[in-house]
């Protein structure tokens, strides 16, 4: 029996590229790439369908991101960020079907440009103390949230964690732990919702070779790059997510 895959040729189109990026996110470098994978797809399907067909993708991107950073993540930091993640998820789930998934893009978005605006404008200096724990548990349940509703969890998180100044290596490592625990957990959620379906699970195996190719090649930048041009790679990523998603959900 044939799989009932999508076989339109303009969602592969503009699936490969996402996948791609995602998969860069996903070694932790160019993490503002990241949110850019839903809103890409969603050029052809609609963004909960997007999702859904990324979600077994991110599992082995998660894996793979995993394995390459196994001895660099920062334990007593993914300790504080884990938990306000989760809650993140679980308001996410409590609430999927009563948002309008544009009008969460938006405010990623908008989050994000103050953000950007903020570091540009008012950089910090070397021996400003980082951001209060309250505030970061707010940014990460943030995360947690918009990563659950559009796999768009970067930007928020990196409001908190990119001023802490970790190494680049530490910095992907933590986010590839996080992420990965994040997204495991939306697993029995999606599919109480109804969105796990056999189309959107048989189309993202067809996409799931390229899930290793973006990962890797992330890995292989943040170990060699040199970390001013890793964060301003990154905010680069954040400016183009963060118009992209004003965009999708105000004026598009």
């Not at 390459?68 to 300790?79: E, P, S, V």
């Amino acid at each position: 029996m044939d799989l009932p895959l999508i076989t339109d040729w303009r969602f592969y189109a503009v699936s490969v590229p996402a996948v791609l990026l995602l998969g860069l996110s996903k070694s932790g470098f160019g993490s503002g790439f990241g949110s850019l994978a839903v809103p890409i797809m969603a050029l052809s399907v609609t963004v909960p369908q997007a999702a859904a067909i990324l979600m077994p993708i991110l599992l082995v991107m998660d894996l793979i991101g995993i394995a390459a950073y196994r001895k660099d993540f920062d334990g007593k930091l993914l300790r504080f960020l884990v938990p306000a993640g989760l809650v993140g998820t679980v308001i996410g789930t409590l609430s999927f079907k009563l948002l309008d998934p544009r009008w969460v893009a938006g405010l990623v978005g908008v989050f994000t440009l103050l953000f950007l605006a903020q570091r540009v404008l008012f950089p910090p200096r070397a021996d400003s103390p980082p951001p209060p724990r309250w505030l970061g548990g707010i940014l990460t349940a943030t995360s947690g949230f918009t990563s659950f509703v559009a796999h768009a969890g970067g930007p928020p998180i990196n409001a908190y964690v990119l001023p802490l100044r970790l190494a680049p290596v530490t910095f992907a490592a933590t986010m590839s732990v996080f992420f990965f625990v994040i997204n495991l957990s939306k697993w029995i959620p999606y599919a109480w919702l109804g969105l796990l379906d056999l189309r959107n699970m048989s189309t993202s195996l067809a996409l799931l070779p390229l899930a290793p190719v973006g990962v890797l090649v992330g890995v292989r930048m943040a170990r060699r790059m040199r970390p001013q041009l890793f964060y301003r790679l990154i905010h680069i990523g954040m400016l183009l997510t963060g118009v992209k998603l004003v965009w999708d959900g105000f004026l598009g």
